[in-house]
């Protein structure tokens, strides 16, 4: 299994970005997907989950209510929308998988990474 994230860049308090991450090499359906971030000098943490059907997901509370995380079997791609972002959001986001469909919640369970891709929000 291989996972390639896209989409980060350089926006503005307040401005809108959407990550991508594409699945090779397996089934999307069959996995719960994550989204986590490492910002500098800081360990990674855990953004948004989501399980196999796209019916359950889970966020962190710094990014409850701004971060929406989705999911497109038929297309092998998760993404994860995020709105109004703030410095404090800056850093490197990877997707992962959980080869439990249901593991959306379980951050230990993730053991397939994808690349980062590096969020720069400016003040």
């Known amino acids: 299994v291989q996972l390639q994230a896209s989409g980060g860049g350089v926006v503005q308090t307040g401005a809108s970005l959407t990550l991508s991450c594409k699945l090779s090499g397996g089934t999307l359906s069959s996995f719960a997907m994550g989204w986590f971030r490492q910002a500098p000098g800081r360990e990674r943490e855990f953004v948004a989950g989501?399980?196999?059907?796209?019916?359950?997901?889970a966020y962190a509370d710094s990014v409850k209510g701004r971060f929406t995380i989705s999911r497109d079997n038929a297309k092998n791609m998760v993404y994860l929308r995020m709105d109004s972002l703030r410095p404090g959001d800056t850093a490197d986001y990877f997707c992962?998988?959980?080869?439990?469909?249901?593991?959306?919640?379980?951050?230990?369970?993730?053991?397939?990474w994808g690349q980062g891709t590096l969020v720069t929000v400016s003040p």
């Open positions: 992962a998988a959980n080869p439990h469909p249901y593991g959306h919640r379980n951050i230990n369970g993730f053991n397939y």
């Open positions: 989501i399980g196999w059907s796209g019916t359950m997901t």
